[in-house]
């Protein structure tokens, strides 16, 4: 069957009705009913060509109509089922639904911000804004594209100029992280259907900020999955046509992993990616736990690899970097591999970064050690410097994310005070030194909705986001704000360059400055006036105040503090150098350092 072909299924408007072709190589008969013959037991026959598509023109089928196909089976069986590649459905559990892609988008198109200059923002569109709370305190309905779109406009006041939404696919029931597809074409009900999801990517492109979604291509379902044995095959009692039906078919969701070798399914994948880049004008895509697509368990053993899943990969990838150039595709894989981030000309993945586990993990180690004796700054300097495929900008940088709050572990604050985030003293300041970490280190930094807030417990699909921390912690807000203003804007911050200058593993205090080069396209660009800049980052790891500290190997130069978050405030005019401090000795500088301090210096040349 040729590309072409296969490409060619769903529902495609006619001057009068629709089209339709439908996959199901083993069926004995297709009808098509719904709506339009008033649910009528035997529909609109279809007609089978030689490639196992199912065609017909439904003259009566209209926009908005549900429907359904009746599949019998080679044994005489009828199944119901929904459209693959529907874009609306009434539920998980419902009908098709019919959806012309005439939504009116804005004549300019969107130029998504350099990958260089991005923070990223995850969100979860059931919590991140939800108002339909129950006295139980917990949502009666889940938050919607349109809620999020409220809060468009504070993301744009804290600096945010990306976000990427967790799963929005039809999946099963109403509250859901999303990572159970039921239907990957279809946008969940619950939260406005395909519209409402063109209606937030229309308004967070006017306010600049590009969107990402996150993607499960690892596995579908498991639940209320009509994908299952579809037309009735299968072998070994597993999936059917759209599985593999084998032992390469067992994944921790369930035997749900795709066939990555049926031209079929890959066809399916593809259109999927393209669907969103381009229907939905999506800025890019992130790739739910790859290691579960390229291997049967997620191990590096080469027994356990799915070949066919790599060569997969590459041509979405390459085929995305062909058609989108300026849009991304993050891995999350968390193996350390360069390949994955490695130019597909060079036999790599191809991805434009990957979520680091390299960062992450060893961050939230150092900062919630117990006791500060135990904090290891090697390790810090290891995950500021660690890089993939000679880019810094191949990876993104952060302490929490839907993973790392959830799943047994919980927030950060939450993991350094458990059960006392909004009164302990060492969750707040700590915190911070984890945001300062993710958003001055080379890569793509990103936080995790609520983090700017202190939000305590973990992530949980019927937890909401609490606004009214906002103003119970203003100054961390603050805090963020600045972090995050300085990370766009900074040319140093948006370079490769980072040199630890300065580590004392009795004091636990570390330096390092961030450089670049300012160029005549910066200038253009509006980032800088003149020369040269440096910033230089000093934090206390320590829960101790030290008075005239000596921070050696320093050029001789005058330094502004731009950032100061010490004792739950953030405040540059606060900061004063210690006495004699720009008395040079051997390029030395002497400062006052407060407990869990985080400093930010800006020189001049």
Known sequence: MSKERIASMGLFKLDKGYEVALWAPNAKAVAMRGEFDDWSEKGVALTLENDGIWTGQIPLLKNHQKYQFSITTQSGDVLKRNDPRARLLTNSVGASVVYDDDYQWPEKTFQMPDKSALVIYELHIGTFNCKAIGENGEPNEPGTFKSTIEKLDYLVKLGINCIEVMPVNEFAGDFSWGYNPAYPFAVEEAYGGPDGLKDLVREAHARGIAVVLDVVYNHFGPSDLHLWQFDGWSENNKGGIYFYNDWRSDTPWGDTRPDYGRPEVRQYIYDNAMMWLEEFRLDGLRMDMIPYMRS????????????????????????????HPGKIVVAEDLHGNDFVTDKTKHGG????????????????????????????????????????????????????????????????????????????????????????LTLTAPGIPMLFQGQEL??????????????????????????????????????????????????????????????????????????????????????????????????????????????????????????????????????????NISEYQVLIFKARC
């Open 296 to 323: 049967v368990s997620g191990s590096e053993h080469p027994d356990d690899a799915i070949e066919e899943a790599y060569d997969l990969i590459r041509w979405l990838n390459s085929e995305i970097a062909s058609r």
């Open 349 to 436: 993945l191809g991805y434009t970064a990957q979520w680091d586990a390299d960062f992450v993990h060893p961050i939230r180690d150092v900062l919630t050690q117990p006791e500060d004796d135990s904090r290891d700054l090697n390790l810090v300097e290891k995950a500021l410097t660690r890089q993939y495929s000679g880019d810094s900008l191949s990876r993104v940088v952060y302490v929490e994310s839907h993973d790392e709050v959830a799943n047994g572990s919980a927030r950060l604050a939450e993991e350094i005070a458990p059960g006392n985030v909004d009164k302990d003293y060492f969750a707040r300041q700590r915190s911070a030194i984890g945001a300062a």
């Open 454 to 591: 202190l939000e305590d417990l973990w992530f949980d699909d019927k937890d909401p986001i609490d606004w009214a921390r906002k103003d119970q912690f203003p100054q961390l807000h603050q805090a963020y704000t600045t972090l995050i203003s300085l990370r766009v804007h900074h040319p140093s911050l948006r370079g490769d360059e980072l040199n630890i200058t300065h580590m004392d593993h009795d004091n636990k205090v570390l330096a390092y400055t961030r450089d670049k080069s300012v160029t005549d396209e910066d200038d253009i660009n509006g980032q800088v006036n003149e020369g040269d800049e440096t910033l230089l980052v000093v934090i206390n790891f320590k829960n101790q105040r030290l008075d005239h500290y000596i921070l050696a190997d320093f050029d001789n130069r005058k330094w502004q503090c731009i950032f100061n978050w010490n004792n739950g405030y953030h405040d540059p005019s606060e900061f004063t150098f210690a006495d004699g401090a720009h008395e040079h000795s051997d390029n030395n500088q002497m400062i």
